[in-house]
């Protein structure tokens, strides 16, 4: 089972060019950032990034969309024994553990922004200090960061670190989505399947007939070289005949993109638990927002910040809610016009036009 390039399985344009900018940024004692939409493959090309460096050192991964809050500078930079409740030992974060390797940030535009300060320092400095502790501690390492999110967008909406961007976005690699990439998409199906089949104990399917690989070549693939892996496999598993057809990938593919579009994204999955806990904290403390800040383990100014948004979102839900009623009255209104009908004005209204003002009664006397 042949690759193209390190790890790679795809021969295309976009992809050739994504293999020169790994080979070019490979040496290059820089920070770099791999953006693309899920499941195109961004952890593959950090490691081939690495591997072409020379591979020495660890390979350290941390999802940031995974940390809770609370515990983000610990998992970054480590914390001692004490330094909080539960802390019962010395804990070495993936800064340290990546010394001398590559660290590897997956989804780093969920790291909130005052821990984006202390990753700047540390990539800058290669210095660090853990939670609790007094002692500067020393890291080099290789940065490679990831995320499916446009970060010049968060910059402009104070939810990333401008300077963090600079510094990330000197070397950036992106990675197209798997619709975009042409004769990859049997390429790579073909090679998942040969890899099941290899992995199997029974025998399985050889290929796909004409119609599955045209069918293949039109889909769209909302959840990219995940979702074309995932399906091969299952459609693999219940062929009985030499081939896979496009019925049973159809069936297939439809099922998980079915399950695919129930899934709410992960930031949306976030900001809805935290408005929540947002919600309760300030029931608990009855509209005490510094107590509340001090339960969600946030500072006030953090907590303030997050109604002014919910504020905000709020009132932006109750304008589109008014402008689509005025849109549908407006409509309406325009209909009844346009087949003769003229609205009646409500009684005890005057008729004076718009904007004029009533008159005054005259003085007695007066003529």
């Not at 293999?19 to 593959?44: C, D, N, R």
Request: aromatic share 6%; hydrophobic share 40%.
């Amino acid at each position: 089972m042949s690759r193209d390039f390190v790890s790679f399985v795809g021969r295309s344009k976009v992809m050739r060019g994504v293999y020169h900018q790994i080979q070019a940024f490979a040496s290059a004692p820089i920070p770099v950032l791999i953006t693309g939409e899920s499941g195109t493959g961004k952890e593959l090309a950090a490691q081939a990034l690495r591997e072409l460096a020379g591979g020495g050192g660890p390979f350290e991964v941390t999802n940031c969309a995974e940390l809770p809050e609370t515990l983000i500078d610990s998992e970054l930079f480590g914390h001692v024994k004490g330094a909080f409740t539960g802390a019962i030992k010395n804990h070495h974060g993936v800064v340290r553990r990546a010394d001398g390797g590559v660290l590897f940030l997956d989804e780093i535009a969920e790291l909130p922004v005052y821990s984006q300060a202390k990753l700047l320092r540390c990539i800058e400095t290669g210095r660090f200090r853990p939670v609790g502790g007094e002692r500067v501690r020393q890291s080099r390492f290789r940065l490679v960061a990831a995320t499916n999110r446009d970060l010049e967008l968060l910059v402009d909406q104070g939810e990333f670190r401008e300077d963090l961007r600079y510094r990330l976005g000197a070397a950036t690699i992106h990675m197209p989505a798997l619709r975009d990439r042409g004769e990859d998409v049997t390429l790579l199906a073909e090679f998942f399947l040969r890899r099941y089949v290899a992995r199997s104990s029974a025998s399985g399917p050889s290929g796909f007939d004409e119609d599955a690989v045209a069918w293949l070549m039109h889909y769209d693939w909302p959840g990219n070289v995940r979702e074309l892996r995932n399906g091969v496999e299952t459609a693999a598993a219940i062929t009985s005949g030499p081939l896979i057809t496009a019925v049973v990938l159809r069936d297939v593919l439809h099922q998980e993109s079915t399950l695919l579009s129930r899934v709410p994204t992960l930031e949306a999955a976030l900001a809805k638990a935290e408005r929540r806990a947002i919600e309760t904290a300030l029931r608990a403390t009855r509209g005490n927002r510094e107590r509340a800040a001090q339960l969600l383990h946030v500072s006030p100014a953090t907590l303030y910040r997050k109604l002014a948004a919910m504020r905000t979102e709020e009132f932006e839900r109750t304008l589109d809610v008014r402008n689509g009623k005025k849109s549908e009255t407006a409509r309406a209104a325009k209909k009844d016009g346009a087949n003769g009908h003229v609205a009646k004005r409500p009684r005890g209204l005057d008729a004076r036009p718009a904007g004029s003002e009533p008159r005054e009664p005259a003085p007695r006397g007066s003529v």
